[in-house]
């Protein structure tokens, strides 16, 4: 994967993958045009992007009754320079099968590479609603 980012503002640049393009600045508040979300917003976006793709097609494959799925994903950077320490995501879908639904989301959680590369580097709760 090669992802490339150019300079588009004094504050503000563009990713461009394959024929995607991403905006990625500051607020306002930290000297940016708030033009895109900033790095670490994208950097959280990716991980559940990365598994809601990876859960979605579990779902498929084993055509489970899994509808509505949404994840939240938190984290708040802490400590001087910033990191992000913890991070949790909270899977919540409509089914009659709980379980399934649970398996379903371990399944994703092997699957996911941002998950694998992360998942010795930081605290990555997965969950349920």
Request: hydrophobic content about 45%.
């Amino acid at each position: 994967m090669i992802i490339h980012v150019r300079q588009t503002s004094p504050s503000a640049s563009e990713a461009v993958t394959g024929n995607h393009r991403v905006m990625i600045d500051r607020p306002t508040e930290k000297g940016g045009s708030d033009a895109g979300p900033m790095g670490g917003e994208l950097f959280l976006a990716a991980i559940g992007g990365c598994f809601m793709s990876t859960l979605l097609a579990a779902v498929r494959a084993r055509e489970a009754d899994v509808t509505g799925v949404q994840t939240v994903v938190d984290a708040t950077p802490t400590g001087t320079p910033p990191v992000f320490g913890k991070i949790t995501l909270t899977v919540s879908a409509q089914t009659a099968d709980p379980a399934l639904l649970g398996k379903i989301v371990d399944i994703a959680a092997h699957g996911c590479i941002m998950i694998n590369t992360l998942r010795d580097k930081l605290d990555i709760t997965i969950q349920t609603a």
